[in-house]
């Protein structure tokens, strides 16, 4: 079975531009999270998705970034405009009842 | 609110030599345990979790965790270390066991040596 897949794997983008993350969950698993790891930081919590409602995004921060979870499966995580500061990785999870949480292999994001 | 902390920020043991990495969390209900592992540009592996029951759990890669409620702690072994363990380990705690967001501690870094 596919674990959580994330692309891009890595992306360099000039501030001020636009970038996009997307996720694909594993089959079945109807939380779906985005979190952030700063360097040498554990993650933390941007949004939280149950099948398609946001209901955790109190993280987010709403003047730049935006989420969506169409149809209950993929998510897309945008930042717009990016700063300097948005650099890092940023992780999408998947989780089920009594499993517990799998992890993408993260998006590394470079604002320069 | 919940919190972990990971006392050491680094770690350096020899290969085949045991290992200890400590975790401490502070939640006031019942806390739902993890630790996953991170290789350099990877994401994060679930090594085990503790969700309730026998308070000395098994995970994958030989590592093993002991859920102590009155240190309020939950501390990742390895009797032997193999070079390919070398990498950053989490601890995380949860509300439940499935649809909750963790929260982790700040890792600690694994390095081996021969």
Known sequence: EAGVVQSPRYKIIEKKQPVAFWCNPISGHNTLYWYRQNLGQGPELLIRYENEEAVDDSQLPKDRFSAERLKGVDSTLKIQPAELGDSAVYLCASSLEGVGAFFGQGTRLTVV | ?114
């Not at chain 2, 006031?28 to 000395?56: E, H, I, N, R």
């Not at chain 2, 009797?79 to 967001?101: I, K, L, Q």
């Open chain 2, 1 to 114: 609110a919940q919190s972990v902390t990971q006392p050491d920020i680094h770690i350096t043991v020899s290969e085949g030599a045991s290992l200890e990495l400590r975790c401490n969390y502070s939640y006031g209900a019942t806390p739902y345990l993890f630790w996953y592992v991170q290789s350099p540009g990877q994401g994060l592996q679930l090594l085990l979790k503790y969700f309730s029951g026998d308070t000395l759990v098994q995970g994958i890669k030989g590592f093993e965790a002991e859920f102590k409620r009155s240190q309020s702690s939950f501390n990742l072994r390895k009797p032997s270390v193999h070079w390919s363990d070398a990498a950053e380990y989490f601890c995380a705690v949860g509300r439940n066991s499935g649809n909750t967001p963790l929260v982790f501690g700040k890792g600690t870094r694994l390095s081996v040596i021969a």
